[in-house]
């Protein structure tokens, strides 16, 4: 079975500039999570996803940070404008809701503002 | 809002040792606790317990729940270097998962 696969693994971007991430989650997985893990800190949820719908939001900073699932498959997840404290790596992870509360984790992009 | 501290933040110990990592949690509707290993990477489950006082092992690694007092632990016996890695715990609520800051463990030669 393929894992979650997420890219780039890597960006660099100034402040004030666009990024976009994508994920793509394990066939099958209706739940789609989108974290944010600062140095030193836990992964904090941003969003969740159940299909094309969205679960939980209530962490994302929606005046700069936007998450799409349009077909209910994989996912976006965007920074306009990137700040400082954005560096950080963002993990995408998915889960079956009908078997467990496990969540499988992709290698997450490590995202250094400058 | 959910609540999930670990104790202590980091540890340095010698290969053989036995380590005890502590996770307490406040959350609505508890549902699961989860552990998992973080190495330069995305996390890696390890354990989820429902239930208090049923010991969950694998290997050298063992886990119980306490769901009166609220807290879980991990035990690593016969340490080994390969068991540096921060180990976060999360817990379901509502069927949010939230995580703890991690423990960072460092197992010396």
């Known amino acids: 079975e393929a894992g979650v696969a997420q890219s780039p693994r890597y960006k660099i971007i100034e402040k004030r500039q666009s990024v976009a991430f994508w994920c793509n989650p394990i066939s099958g997985h209706a739940t789609l999570y989108w974290y944010q893990q600062i140095l030193g800190q836990g992964p904090k949820l941003l969003i969740q996803?159940?299909?094309?719908?969205?679960?939980?939001d209530s962490q994302l900073p929606k005046d700069r940070f936007s998450a799409e699932r349009l077909k209910g498959v994989d996912s976006t997840l965007k920074i306009q404008p990137a700040k400082l404290e954005d560096s950080a790596v963002y993990l995408c992870?998915?889960?079956?809701?009908?078997?467990?509360?496990?969540?499988?984790f992709g290698p997450g992009t490590r995202l250094t503002v400058t | 809002e959910d609540k999930v501290v670990q104790s202590p933040l980091s540890l340095v110990v010698h290969e053989g040792d036995t380590v005890t990592l502590n996770c307490s949690y406040e959350v609505t509707n508890f549902r699961s606790l989860l552990w998992y290993k973080q190495e330069k990477k995305a996390p890696t489950f390890l354990f989820m317990l429902t239930s208090s006082g049923i010991e969950k092992k694998s290997g050298r690694l063992s886990s119980i729940l306490d769901k009166k007092e609220l807290f879980s632990i991990l035990n690593i016996t016969a340490t080994q270097t390969g068991d540096s890695a921060i180990y976060l715990c999360a817990v379901v609520g509502d069927y949010k998962l939230s995580f703890g800051a991690g423990t960072t463990v460092t197992v010396r030669a």
């Open positions: 992870a998915s889960r079956n809701p009908g078997t467990s509360y496990e969540q499988y």
């Open positions: 996803f159940q299909n094309n719908g969205v679960v939980d």
